[in-house]
């Protein structure tokens, strides 16, 4: 479970983005076609187009991550839309990787083992829900 210590941090390396993440999360998308081209198909937009939705999910994420209770219908439905693109456990693991890696890069040396540890824990916590919703469609 994500702490109280970690939403700050997560929060507070968000901020820290301010105008940057939307470049951040294009990156996401582009380290993620850079390590798994195939997965380039599961996707009808542009990494500009589709960090544009990104940036406003982490956004809603973010601000309600001290209820993540509240988010879990959401993101558990997220999963059941998901469904349809064959999604596994591995797609996640390399979503978290690409993240975790564009993160690096934007914030550079602010990069802290313990912001990566966050971002890492609230990745997974609601990877799990998407990929629950996935599983009970």
């Known amino acids: 479970m994500v702490t109280k210590k970690q939403i700050q941090l997560l929060q507070r390396s968000w901020d820290m983005l301010g105008m940057q993440n939307q470049e951040m ?3 996401v998308y582009l ?4 390590a ?3 997965y380039r198909k599961l996707f009808i937009k542009s990494p500009h187009d589709m960090s544009i939705s990104l940036v406003r999910t982490f956004n809603v994420v973010l601000t309600s ?4 209770e509240q988010l879990r219908p959401i993101i558990f439905g997220m999963g059941i839309y998901h469904h349809k693109f064959k999604l596994s456990e591995s797609h996640f693991i390399s979503l978290r990787k690409a993240i975790l890696d564009a993160m690096a890069v934007q914030l550079g040396d602010l990069m802290t083992p313990d912001i990566e540890d966050a971002w890492g824990m609230a990745f997974d916590e609601i990877a799990k829900i998407m ?7």
């Open 31 to 34: 380290n993620l076609f850079a």
């Open 36 to 38: 798994h081209p195939e």
């Open 131 to 137: 990929l629950d919703g996935i599983q009970s469609a």
């Open 25 to 27: 999360m294009e990156r």
């Open 65 to 68: 991550l001290e209820d993540l």
